[in-house]
């Protein structure tokens, strides 16, 4: 959830997954009420889910996310939260899933299913010959 005030935004982020045994984000876990992270939480797994600032070509890297200035929040948003590290992620829209976000998980599972199906139609070209 972001709420916005006139202060700016305020973060809060409901969790479907228990952080307690990881390490990177061992800190989120300590924050967490109820299943919920609050505003401190929410802003340290954003900060750690981004580019940092100073990031080489991050210019152009913010063209192509069509942002005209740093703004971790933005960046966040445009990656849902994903990450080539790790497979967490962050559902902005219902119908979301994380191979929609994470298209090295998607190719990977299409190149399993190509061969699951290959060593289907070979057992079955075996069995009928």
């Known amino acids: 959830m972001v709420e916005y005030t006139e202060s700016g935004r305020s973060f809060s ?3 479907d997954v ?3 045994n990881n390490r990177i ?3 989120l876990y300590h924050l967490q009420k ?7 939480g929410v802003r340290f797994f954003i900060s750690h889910r981004v580019m940092p ?5 991050g210019d152009s890297l913010l ?5 005209t200035e740093y703004d971790q929040y933005e960046i966040f948003k445009y990656n849902n939260g994903a990450c080539g590290k790790d497979y967490f992620w962050v559902r902005f829209n219902e ?3 994380f191979y929609d976000v994470n298209p090295k998980a998607k190719m990977i599972m299409d190149r399993k299913k ?4 290959d060593i289907r139609l070979r057992r079955n070209k075996n069995n009928g010959a």
């Open 13 to 15: 982020m409901k969790l």
């Open 18 to 20: 228990d952080l307690s």
């Open 25 to 27: 984000y061992e800190k």
């Open 34 to 40: 109820d299943g919920t992270i609050d505003d401190d």
């Open 53 to 57: 600032r100073n990031r080489i070509n």
């Open 63 to 67: 063209v192509s996310m069509g942002l």
């Open 95 to 97: 119908g979301t899933t």
């Open 114 to 117: 190509d061969v699951i199906d």
